[in-house]
């Protein structure tokens, strides 16, 4: 067997885990505004993101952007702004806007959520994407500030996307992000009177340098051409890093 799989053993000849050496735990996150290139990603506000998001997400005329969410949709900017005010006040999920710098204007959101900075673990969740926002650049680099955030400035171990499993949508974006898929946990919850079965993936601490390398790539202006289309794909370049 290869040392690197061989587990330690305790006095008793019983395999336990490798010891954790140089990891003093994680921090909650901060308030501090994420700034990109494309967007900024900044704490969810009621003054600040209400009628700008409203407005975004009023373009999704069928409601398929909450279809897998736990909540919405909204039939009125006053049921919108009743759970908005609600969600700006949490600290788990902790939600933040996604506001694109060219227009100022908040275009979706996400949050961090399950946070436990004593064991170093950390999900993002509640990623609602106006048309607007879906298959841009800043779509990609709110995911990438988030990211960064986590792992070179708040110290965790473990950054997690689920999602319904039938949401093949999020898991494809959750691959090309650069998740590993975990597994599925079923009947994890009930909602909106469904079932949910749901898919787990993650990246690790030790993942960040490769997939870190790739974002900065993929993000070089130099990668997208006068239309702002990307020249090569993050999935590529991430593959060429791992390999």
């Known amino acids: 067997m290869d040392k690197s799989t061989t587990p330690l053993l305790n006095e008793l000849g019983q395999p336990i885990g490798a010891k954790v050496t140089g990891w003093k735990g994680a921090e909650f996150p901060s308030r501090k505004v994420m700034q ?35 909540h919405g949709p909204f039939d009125s900017k006053q049921a919108f702004c009743g759970w908005l005010e609600s969600a ?3 600290e788990d999920p902790f939600f933040c806007g996604i506001v694109d710098l060219s227009s100022a ?50 110290g965790y171990r473990r950054y997690e996307w689920k999602c319904d499993a039938l949401n093949s949508a ?30 787990w993936y993650s990246i690790l601490d030790r993942d960040w340098p490769i997939l ?13 051409d006068g239309r702002g289309e990307q020249k090569q794909k993050l999935q590529d370049l991430i593959s060429a890093e791992r390999s």
């Open 88 to 90: 700006c006040a949490t």
């Open 170 to 199: 999020s898991r494809k974006a959750g691959e090309r992000l650069g998740f590993t898929f975990d597994g599925i946990f079923e009947q994890a919850a009930v909602y909106k009177g469904r079932n949910r079965d749901t898919a």
């Open 105 to 154: 204007k908040a275009l979706g959101m996400a949050s961090y959520l399950r946070i436990e900075p004593s064991v170093g673990v950390i999900e993002v969740g509640n990623i609602a994407y106006s048309p607007r926002l879906q298959r841009t650049p800043m779509a990609t680099e709110a995911m990438f500030l988030m990211m960064k955030r986590v792992f070179d400035e708040l």
């Open 36 to 70: 990109g290139q494309f967007c900024s990603v900044e704490p969810l506000s009621l003054e600040s993101h209400l009628d700008d998001l409203y407005d975004a997400f009023s373009e999704d005329r069928e409601g398929a952007l909450w279809t897998y969410m736990m």
């Open 212 to 224: 870190k390398k790739a974002y900065i790539r993929w993000l070089d202006p130099a990668n997208f």
